[in-house]
């Protein structure tokens, strides 16, 4: 063993098991807080602020896709990442009480907002496109909240927390680790932040107040499974409501120049669906 050797040193205390932990909050070198830095940066904020000026290279769906497959291969390559995290279907089950609960409030509150300040857009998109809400309330989840999940919650926790001051989240962690709420409040900007391609502040304001109650949901639970269906839950309301509009943008990836008071723009008019035109172009 060699003097001042950390995990030599925990060699000998605790074998292996005792190694693996030592190594998850063992300091990182400063090339490696650099690129993560420019990483959380060109993720979260660069990115998205390109996106609004006009560089775009493909759509939304793909770059989540994208960013979700990076968030995965970094994960999984990470000798420090717990993957239980991935999933952790029982840590979900236990935490599905209490989401729902939350989630029966905050639509019952979203619910009288519509009502109160866009009475004609409450429930536009399943009453004028059964077939696609349907199609949505699907597939959204999958392609869409999952791939967001990966690197919002679990890339972000893990890689980033140690940027912020606290320690990366594991799977049989503190509740609440120090500094963890300095990390959930940065999350939550970073998530509202990328839903500014949207082109609304509504867009941002709505996701970085989701944003916190997903990362909440992330560290008590230990399990992107009940970030997913909370993320989940709130997003297929949002769009059954008549709320779809702040957070959807046509083939071309942009939010519609106009956002009317009597057009979704979820919902493309047969005229223009005949001859594969946008109609927000």
Do not use: K
């Amino acid at each position: 063993m060699t003097l001042g050797d950390p995990l030599a040193q925990t060699r000998a205390r605790g074998g292996t098991g005792a190694i693996a932990r030592a190594a998850v909050f063992a300091p990182l070198p400063w090339w490696r807080l650099a690129w993560r830095w420019f990483e959380m940066l060109a993720i979260f904020f660069v990115g998205p602020t390109l996106w609004i000026m006009g560089v775009r290279l493909i759509g939304i769906i793909p770059t989540l896709l994208v960013v979700g497959a990076y968030g995965v291969l970094v994960l999984l390559t990470d000798r420090t990442f717990d993957r239980r995290m991935l999933w952790n279907t029982w840590a979900a089950l236990r935490e599905a009480p209490r989401i729902v609960v939350v989630w029966l409030v905050g639509a019952a509150l979203i619910t009288l907002g519509v009502l109160a300040f866009a009475p004609d857009r409450f429930l536009e998109f399943p009453r004028r496109n059964p077939g696609l809400w349907v199609a949505v309330m699907c597939l959204y989840p999958i392609f869409s909240v999952y791939p967001q999940e990966l690197f919002c919650r679990a890339m972000f926790f893990h890689r980033y927390a140690p940027l912020l001051g606290a320690r990366p989240i594991t799977a049989t962690g503190d509740a609440m680790p120090r500094g963890v709420w300095r990390v959930i409040v940065v999350n939550a900007a970073a998530f509202g932040w990328l839903h500014v391609v949207f082109g609304h502040w509504l867009s941002v304001a709505l996701t970085f107040a989701g944003g916190l109650l997903f990362a909440v949901t992330y560290v008590r639970a230990r399990s992107l499974a009940a970030a997913w269906l909370e993320h989940a839950l709130y997003g297929c309301l949002v769009f059954t409501l008549g709320l779809g509009q702040f957070f959807y943008a046509g083939r071309n990836g942009r939010p519609p120049p106009e956002r009317q008071e009597r057009e979704s723009t979820l919902v493309v008019p047969s005229e223009a669906r005949a001859d594969g035109t946008d109609p927000f172009e």
